[in-house]
């Protein structure tokens, strides 16, 4: 089966040659393949006369078009369709009364639209994307015999309630006005409010106006309002984002808690908290804004350890170029590097909190990861290296060249990608160099010709992180760099930065909360502390093994090593592994079995 897809945000017509037209084989033997479609002014392709040759893939001067060939089989497995030669979902994940049902897959292949056909936001179209109505009879019959019929069925008669937390809180200031506490009170159908605001530790931001909290407050006030609501089945997308670990885990406990009595179904890229979370996984591939493919249900270890792998192996399908593994590295004591950078004891004042950093070393070639939790000063002390802040009192030691990527991002720059990087870097951003090492693992070769201003949350920070690691400098300070990235693109930008690091023998100081990322792109690590929002202190770096047992020792929490891939897994709370991982004080670095109490 072959599909042609065209991405509408990115052909422009008007300011190419009509390349995939003049050079198309057919096109110019007189079959039309190709044409220029009246009412959306971009480019369509007909499957049928389309012989896959991909000249008009190349040719493309905006890489807006895709033929993509997949198994026949597949055919019959089509979910929904957006439009001609627009993305396709093939299969859905099947909601599940034993534990929580996590998915897990790469940004734009079909989690959301998979959970806004189950949550009952619309009726799957099944390929036939010309109905302006939704058809339920057909979707039924299609499901006929099988569980999801039983689903659909009680979804369509009212018989099953739901609730879906939408992927994008940050909207939610725009959509309500008021304080919390009238908005919560308003949607609390179960008479829960104060038990679910408990549990989420919401109680000091009730009496805030909406349009003033940050990220994460804005992310519990939509998973407390998700909750509130009397459902039967309740649906999360991406309930980690913009929250600390401390929060993730607090997140993840009350949404088990509530799978005890209702069906629950989580998309996650935090695969730390998802391994914690869930208890079993469909994993999505595919093609990101072209196709999306669901395979079949694993338990959460063995889901997590194929998406590192890559390859589905009954299926014989292998979506990522590479396995991603993971490695327990030595103690820093062990690792001779000179130093590059010394800081006193650091001491910020603003209104209202203070900071205060012990006094470190960083070392030429080092990576060093900061973990903490939010309001406690780590991008205060980003800052203060970077010479965007100065300390209230003690110095910084040393000459160096910052780059700096900040937290917080914004696309105001008029102009394309290539242009940003170029009138910021010049000609390095065209080189070899920054084609292979960044633009390739990155995948910012396909917005190259985009606007700045078109980019999404995900696509902007993997610019924003490009274009701080191709800047010539002796330091590169990396503000959460895996915010609005999904799984896989975590995964690629903790290696990218650390083979940049290590290539070009430079100090990379790294602020996130995805443990996960932390472990692959860390040779160190700063832990940062305090009361959050009045007092933070900041301590190291350390080695690893000992920074993060300092670090989850005020978390509650152990790790273990997955004994197939090595990878970080949360042990169970109070299980034996905890109980002795706890009473050894190794909450981090032990290698362990998978069995647990």
Not at 202 to 221: C, F, P, T, Y
Not at 307 to 332: A, C, H, S, W
Not at 420 to 430: W, Y
Request: charged fraction near 30%; glycine fraction near 8%; include cysteine.
């Amino acid at each position: 089966m072959r599909i042609a897809v065209v991405f509408k945000d990115r052909c422009q017509p008007k300011r190419c040659n009509l390349e995939c037209i003049a050079f198309c084989p057919p096109q110019r033997t007189g079959t039309e393949v190709i044409w220029i479609d009246q009412e959306t002014g971009k480019a369509a392709i007909s499957e049928e006369t389309c012989i896959a040759c991909s000249i008009c893939v190349h040719k493309c001067p905006f890489d807006a078009i895709r033929i993509i060939g997949l198994p026949e089989p597949l055919k019959t497995d089509l979910i929904h369709q957006f439009g001609r030669n627009a993305f396709r979902l093939f299969r859905l994940p099947a909601p599940r009364k034993d534990g929580v049902t996590g998915i897990l897959g790469p940004n734009g292949i079909g989690k959301t639209t998979a959970l806004s056909i189950l949550s009952g936001e619309y009726a799957p179209n099944l390929g036939l994307y010309r109905r302006k109505l939704p058809h339920w009879e057909d979707v039924l019959a299609y499901f006929k015999g099988t569980e999801m019929h039983d689903y659909f069925a009680r979804l369509v008669d009212k018989k099953i309630r739901t609730a879906l937390k939408p992927q994008y809180v940050d909207k939610l200031s725009k959509v309500y006005s008021g304080e919390v506490r009238a908005l919560l009170a308003k949607v609390d159908q179960s008479g829960r409010m104060d038990e679910v605001v408990d549990a989420l530790g919401m109680r000091a931001s009730l009496d805030h106006d909406i349009r003033k909290l940050s990220g994460g407050e804005l992310q519990k006030v939509a998973i407390a309002a998700t909750m509130l609501k009397d459902a039967d089945v309740y649906f999360f997308d991406e309930p980690s984002s913009y929250l600390d670990i401390h929060e993730r885990l607090r997140v993840a406990r009350v949404i088990r808690d509530l799978s005890g009595k209702k069906q629950v179904v989580v998309v996650e890229h935090d695969l730390a908290v998802l391994d914690f979370l869930a208890d079993h996984v469909y994993l999505l591939y595919g093609s990101e804004g072209a196709y999306g493919v669901v395979a079949q249900p694993r338990p959460v270890r063995t889901a997590i350890n194929v998406y590192l792998q890559g390859m589905l192996k009954e299926e014989n399908i292998r979506f990522r170029d590479r396995e991603i593994t993971f490695e327990v590295r030595p103690p820093r004591s062990e690792w001779k590097a000179p130093e590059f950078l010394r800081f006193d004891r650091l001491e910020k004042r603003f209104d209202g909190f203070g900071l205060e950093v012990e006094g470190g070393i960083l070392r030429k070639g080092e990576v060093v990861g900061v973990v903490g939790p939010n309001a406690t000063g780590k991008t205060t002390f980003v800052k203060l290296l970077a010479g965007v802040e100065q300390p209230t009192s003690g110095e910084v030691h040393g000459e160096w060249q910052v780059s700096y990527k900040p937290q917080y991002l914004e696309s105001a720059y008029e102009g394309t990608v290539r242009e940003l990087l170029v009138s910021t870097v010049g000609k390095k951003a065209e080189s070899g160099y920054f084609e292979t090492e960044i633009a390739e693992p990155l995948r910012i070769r396909a917005m190259m010709e985009r606007d700045v201003t078109s980019l999404s949350g995900g696509e902007l920070q993997r610019v924003a992180i490009a274009l701080c690691l191709v800047r010539d400098a002796d330091i590169y300070l990396v503000d959460e760099p895996s915010a609005y990235l999904d799984s896989n693109q975590r995964m690629e930008t903790a290696r990218t930065i650390r083979r940049v690091m290590e290539k070009e023998g430079k100090t990379g100081l790294i602020v996130d909360h995805d443990v996960y990322f932390i472990d692959l792109v860390s040779d160190s690590i700063m832990v940062f502390g305090g009361e959050p929002g009045v007092r933070g202190l900041g301590r190291g770096p350390f080695d690893m093994r000992t920074g993060m047992n300092e670090f989850l020792r005020g978390v509650g929490i152990t790790f273990r090593r997955d004994n197939e891939t090595n990878r970080p897994r949360i042990n169970k709370e109070d299980s034996r592994l905890d109980r002795e991982q706890k009473s050894a004080g190794e909450h981090y670095y032990a290698v362990a079995t998978q069995t647990q109490e």
